[in-house]
T-cell receptor, first 115, second 113 residues
Framework: DTAVSQTPKYLVTQMGNDKSIKCEQN?????MYWYKQDSKKFLKIMFS???????INETVPNRFSPKSPDKAHLNLHINSLELGDSAVYFC??????????????FGEGSRLTVL | QQQVKQSPQSLIVQKGGISIINCAYE??????FPWYQQFPGKGPALLIA?????SEKKEGRFTISFNKSAKQFSLHIMDSQPGDSATYFC????????????FGKGTLLTVNP
């Protein structure tokens, strides 16, 4: 009954490969996010979607392509992986639409290692 | 441009002591100030949050102090316990169609037994 679940938890791959991370939330939230946490633990937003519509794209290279088939799912596909893409990627959700601010609920993260 | 500045980067406290982590923000449009706690291998989880209409919020051993005029807020952990050892992040958000949380760089807290 995990609120925000991500798969896989670990990915190890070679430079140049393509990989995907899947995220699902069962909280009934309208807004979902991808955050990147680098080796220094800094959490930086990448994308947000509201009800399948892209809202925030924080100058992320276009090798990263999010896709939201419905409001409960937000996947992240990464093409032509580079060493600098190694990080932990967190999916999150919130019910902070309609002008209100509030809590983000995070998944447990997907650790990507590019060799 | 770092919109939320957090200090210290790391903190070591003895069991039973007080842990204090500070944050400063720049954007006066922020109206939600949460603190998140992250254990190794886990995602960040909300610990406590405050809105700018109050100057202090307490939940158990955790207290947020908020100074709107100085654009600063802090987390106090009273009677710190080894189980509190984790990375703590302050964050700030403002409502709107492009709502997000902007995080500080984190503080690694170690509570020695």
């Amino acid at each position: 009954d995990t609120a925000v679940s991500q798969t896989p938890k670990y990915l190890v791959t070679q430079m140049g490969n393509d990989k995907s991370i899947k995220c699902e939330q069962n909280l009934g939230h309208d807004t979902m996010y991808w955050y990147k946490q680098d080796s220094k633990k800094f959490l930086k937003i990448m994308f947000s979607y509201n009800n399948k519509e892209l809202i925030i794209n924080e100058t992320v290279p276009n090798r990263f392509s999010p896709k939201s088939p419905d409001k409960a799912h937000l996947n992240l596909h990464i093409n032509s992986l580079e060493l600098g893409d190694s990080a932990v990627y967190f999916c999150a959700s919130s019910q902070a639409w309609a002008g209100a601010s509030g809590e983000l609920f995070f998944g447990e993260g997907s650790r990507l290692t590019v060799l | 441009q770092q919109q939320v500045k957090q200090s210290p980067q790391s903190l070591i406290v003895q069991k039973g002591g007080i842990s204090i982590i500070n944050c400063a923000y720049e954007n006066t449009a922020f109206d939600y100030f949460p603190w998140y706690q992250q254990f190794p291998g886990k995602g960040p989880a909300l610990l406590i949050a405050i809105r700018p209409d109050v100057s202090e919020k307490k939940e158990g051993r955790f207290t947020i102090s908020f100074n709107k005029s100085a654009k600063q807020f802090s987390l106090h952990i009273m009677d710190s316990q080894p189980g509190d050892s984790a990375t703590y992040f302050c964050a700030a958000g403002s409502g709107g169609s492009n709502y997000k949380l902007t995080f500080g760089k984190g503080t690694l807290l170690t509570v020695n037994p």
